[in-house]
């Protein structure tokens, strides 16, 4: 069955560090998102990307954020400057929602960020 | 914004009982999910049902629209259950707002 890949599954980084976020979303897939997870906490959204362009991001999703799709098949999460509060787990996350009847979200297993 | 409520917040069943876990939204909607996170924190996606009744093996959900509730219903419980189930909602556009979970732990 085809699946969502993130690379690494683990980061550590130094606080004010840049930090790239990899992830293949599945092939036929349009729609591309990022969400995270605080430890213990729900399942916050931060950004979606449709047609090569954002086209939603929560309040979260603030100027040292950013997406890219940088070739036919890697999109990537970029934190310019990580602060401490950065530290979770994110997920990315695809739908094929031009299947109207099953627009079912489908999750990489993660990448957990630790900024020290 | 969207408001969504998940019931109960923890749940402790004995191997083979049955559970009903509940969210409750606080808008119209249009995508409804649910999802299990493993003790991996893996997010694996059990159903998407804006409304109506679907099954797959022990597991089914039921979406009330109109009354803004979801069930998810899990029979004959295993320990592989255990973990902490999401449901996520939207009424338009792509952003799902998630409830906090219910963390089911299924004891042998």
């Known amino acids: 069955e085809p699946e969502v890949t993130q690379t690494p599954s683990h980061q550590v980084t130094q606080m004010g560090q840049e930090v790239i976020l990899r992830c293949v979303p599945i092939?036929?897939?349009?729609?591309f998102y990022w969400y995270r997870q605080i430890l213990g906490q729900k399942v916050e959204f931060l950004v979606s990307?449709?047609?090569?362009?954002?086209?939603?991001k929560s309040e979260i999703f603030d100027d040292q954020f950013s997406v890219e799709r940088p070739d036919g098949s890697n999109f990537t999460l970029k934190i310019r400057s990580t602060k401490l509060e950065d530290s979770a787990m994110y997920f990315c996350?695809?739908?094929?929602?031009?299947?109207?009847?099953?627009?079912?979200?489908?999750f990489g297993s993660g990448t957990q960020l630790s900024v020290l | 914004g969207i408001q969504v409520e998940q019931s109960p917040p923890d749940l402790i069943l004995q191997e083979g009982a049955n559970s009903t876990l509940r969210c409750n939204f606080s808008?119209?909607?249009?995508?409804l999910q649910w999802f299990h996170q493993n003790p991996w924190g893996q997010l694996i996606n059990l159903f998407y049902?804006?409304?109506g009744t679907k099954q797959n093996g022990r597991l089914s959900a039921t979406t009330v629209a109109t009354e803004r509730y979801s069930l998810l219903y899990i029979s004959s419980s295993q320990t592989t259950d255990s973990g902490v189930y999401f449901c996520?909602?939207?009424?338009?556009?792509?952003?799902?707002?998630f409830g906090g979970g219910t963390r089911l732990m299924v004891k042998p």
């Open positions: 092939s036929n897939h349009l729609y």
């Open positions: 049902i804006p409304s």
């Open positions: 990307f449709y047609n090569n362009e954002i086209s939603e």
């Open positions: 808008d119209s909607v249009n995508n």
């Open positions: 996520g909602q939207n009424n338009a556009g792509n952003m799902l707002t």
């Open positions: 996350a695809s739908s094929d929602e031009a299947d109207t009847t099953n627009e079912k979200l489908f």
